[in-house]
């Protein structure tokens, strides 16, 4: 029979489907007879057919296309009234690391018509032309240049990450303890992680393999299955526990078991596997795991970089299907809902016809542990990709450097998940400021400057959605308590560019699973695709240093 997860996703994909949803992809998942087929279909066999017309999905876990001449052929969630709460769940279900969320955007903007551009080499750029780039395979920054272009126009950016907090494997990952093979993790960011204990785990990342020819290859890995597990101590064991508080340590005890070590097999077998424990970095039964999945020998794999993964897929819930409950949506919710936005608000020539302004998306890496890396925000990517676009758009210009004045007339939306006020712990929220799911976005304001928003980027931020009639709300952190960040800052400081903060609200932010509402997914993609298709607009009615 099928989960109670896939019927919550047949549901929403069928009664309420994306443009992008590909019928025979999730009926292939059931069998013929257990196939739950909700009363309003067989009411109707006429929608039923159209259905199964569609193009596949944006988001397929089916075939991947990833040619560069590839183009997407469906309509837009918005044209058609649609959501893309289900395509969001196929992103998140496909983006177990920050590798898998680039490789996975990148295959959507070359579906779309995106041109890959490689920043070791020249750039022949056009307006009206879209183009993208990666770094690291860990961060992307795509844009769409407006037809009516000229010297010193802005930027209108939507900037997100792509790492969550998780455990990554140490470089020397093989350990053994009390006859269990044990693999050895560093913890990556603030995670709450009590939440890890008890969970179906897995591995997944990126590998260096050698190839036959000498070279060598740079793959991303996914293991499906769970092999790898936390176990929490007994109660019996562990008397105070309910008492006292979980408190493990997290260099001793959140150490995830792999097997048991090899008791009955032939003495070559142990041998092996036992000289392979003690003398290599890693236990020879993950690399067979591994080399399997890559189709290589364990021998050609010289290089691992690997997080542990929940295994459980992203789903809806709720006794109304109204939540979304996942792994990563901080801040993968945000980065699908930007990258969407981008894709949908130029997937046709004229969407650029009467534009000015140039349309980018930025998503960086290592955001949860402070974003100083070559892939983070605090390097300067960005900004070197903008003095690049100036640069060869105004090829032929001799005058005032007009990357500082595009800089002048530039808006950064930094998109980072928000906290939503937690029924059992109201008393967290400052009490006129508590964010509520399925509100719309949240506009994040810090006097002491953790956030980027000033009164007046959060002015022209909430006209997008004023005109568009979309709903926002305010946080603001209590004076009693420390405030986070984001990359709204380091970025808005990087060469003064203004900036506001925001995002979807949720709950249980950096547990291995979290909630967000279903409809404020579709409310950030309905506002960040309204900010690029109306800001130019409404930023010329402005004017605060005249």
Wanted: glycine share 6%; charged share 20%; aromatic share 8%.
């Amino acid at each position: 029979m099928p989960t109670a997860a896939a019927i919550a996703r047949f549901q929403v994909q069928v009664l309420h489907p994306s443009p992008f949803f590909k019928p025979s992809t999730l009926f292939s998942k059931f069998p013929r007879s257990s196939l739950p087929i909700p009363s309003t279909l067989k009411r109707s066999n006429t929608r039923f057919r159209r259905l199964s017309s569609l193009t596949p999905p944006l988001c397929s876990s089916s075939s991947h296309s990833s040619s560069a001449g590839g183009s997407l052929e469906s309509h837009s969630s918005s044209e058609s009234g649609g959501s893309i709460v289900g395509d969001l769940l196929d992103y998140l279900n496909e983006s177990w690391t920050q590798f898998h969320a680039t490789a996975e955007a990148k295959r959507q903007l070359l579906a779309a018509g995106f041109h890959l551009l490689n920043e070791n080499d020249e750039w022949d750029l056009k307006p009206g032309g879209r183009y993208f780039f990666t770094r690291n395979m860990s961060s992307l920054v795509a844009f769409a240049i407006g037809e009516k272009y000229s010297n010193g126009n802005g930027f209108h950016i939507i900037a997100a990450h792509t790492d969550s907090p998780c455990l990554k494997l140490k470089p020397n990952s093989a350990s053994s303890k009390s006859g269990y093979l044990m693999v050895n993790v560093q913890t990556y960011g603030s995670g709450l992680w009590h939440t890890w204990f008890d969970r179906d785990l897995s591995v997944a990342g990126r590998v260096i393999v050698r190839a036959d020819n000498g070279c060598f290859l740079h793959k991303l890995v996914k293991i499906k299955r769970p092999i790898l597990r936390v176990p929490t101590l007994a109660i019996h064991l562990d008397r105070t526990v309910n008492k006292d508080g979980f408190k493990p340590n997290l260099e001793t005890h959140l150490i995830p078991l792999l097997a048991k070590k090899v008791d009955n097999a032939s003495a070559e077998t142990k041998d092996k596997i036992n000289m392979s424990s003690s003398k290599d970095a890693h236990h020879q039964q993950l690399l067979q795991i591994l080399s399997d999945e890559l189709a290589c020998n364990i021998d050609d794999i010289i290089s691992i970089e690997l997080n542990v993964c929940d295994t459980q897929p992203s789903c809806l819930g709720g006794v109304n299907n109204e939540f979304i409950f996942s792994g990563r949506l901080d801040n993968l919710a945000s980065s699908f809902c930007a990258l969407r936005a981008l894709v949908d608000s130029c997937a046709s020539p004229k969407d650029l016809s009467d534009e000015r302004a140039i349309r980018m998306v930025a998503l960086f890496d290592n955001e949860e542990v402070g974003s100083d890396s070559y892939q983070g925000a605090g390097a300067p990517t960005m900004f070197e990709a903008m003095r690049r676009i100036t640069d060869c758009l105004d090829l032929h210009y001799v005058r005032e450097s007009s990357f500082a004045r595009a800089i002048r007339c530039s808006f950064l939306v930094s998109a980072d998940m928000a906290h939503g006020v937690h029924p059992n712990f109201m008393d967290k929220h400052e009490e006129h400021h508590r964010p509520e799911l399925q509100k719309g976005l949240v506009i994040k304001h810090n006097a002491n400057q953790r956030y980027a928003t000033s009164g007046v980027t959060a002015f022209l931020f909430k006209e997008v959605a004023k005109m568009n009639n979309l709903p926002t709300q305010e946080f603001v952190v209590r004076n009693d308590m420390g405030c986070g960040s984001t990359i709204g800052p380091i970025l808005a400081s990087g060469v003064g560019i203004r900036t506001v903060d925001c995002g979807i609200a949720q709950l249980s932010m950096h547990s291995v699973r979290e909630i967000c509402g279903k409809e404020d997914v579709d409310f950030a993609y309905k506002h960040f695709r309204a900010f690029y298709q109306t800001f130019s607009s409404i930023d010329r009615k402005l004017n605060v240093d005249k």
